[in-house]
């Protein structure tokens, strides 16, 4: 078993030449945070630091999208390699953080690229919840019909008269007397649908 996990660390620090190299990231850190993954696995890592995850979309958002929803149950190589090379993106221990906007706009961007959708990257970023950017994240949800104009198909409730219906992106809300996040507030031609996530979920500020 020694011989394969030196084998694999082999394999694995060799592939990650390209990315550290592309990405200017700091070798001997990568390759020691590697050997502990590869060798260690009671070292492997608990949770996301979504503030340099945040960091990071500011230059790479595919990157900052794939570590976004990287499964952290995962153990393959491929999630080997993308923690070693973004160490600083892992936790070693639980911690219940709050997800910046910044990044839930910029795997919209990301998701609309993938599916060839051609629209201006702002008017993405404002409708995640149209791309299932939140569902990706596990974040729960409370979904409100707008306007009774609306054609979707779904059965969701209107919108309570307290919430202001054009209120935008990132402005917080009192529902049920609690603090909620607008997610989305698409208002296009036959959708008039708005999302909202609990305030503690989701950072609105960055």
């Known amino acids: 078993m020694g011989n394969d996990n030196y084998e694999m660390y082999g394999k694995l620090s060799a592939q990650l030449g390209k990315l550290v190299i ?14 502990t993954l590869v060798f260690d696995a009671h070292h492997w890592p608990k949770a996301k630091n979504w503030s340099a995850v945040h960091e990071l979309a500011k230059s790479d958002q595919l990157m900052a999208s794939v570590i976004a929803t990287l499964d952290m149950y995962r153990t393959d190589n491929r999630a080997k390699q993308i923690i070693a090379a973004f160490p600083d993106c892992f936790l070693d221990a639980e911690k219940r953080d709050i997800i910046p906007l910044s990044c839930i706009r910029a795997m919209a961007i990301v998701a609309a690229h993938e599916c060839d959708d051609q629209r201006d990257t702002e008017i993405i970023a404002a409708i995640p919840a149209s791309y299932c950017v939140h569902e990706e994240l596990k974040i729960p949800f409370s979904r409100f019909y707008t306007s009774v104009d609306s054609d979707w198909n779904e059965e969701e409730p209107m919108l309570p008269a307290a919430i202001n219906p054009l209120a935008k992106q990132g402005e ?12 989305e507030n698409n208002q296009n031609t ?4 708005m999302t909202l996530v609990l305030r503690e979920h989701v950072d609105p500020t960055c």
């Open 22 to 35: 592309d990405g200017k990231r700091h070798l001997p850190t990568v390759n020691a945070r590697l050997r």
């Open 172 to 183: 917080v809300v009192l529902l049920e007397g609690i603090e909620h996040v607008v997610l």
């Open 190 to 193: 036959g959708v008039h649908l």
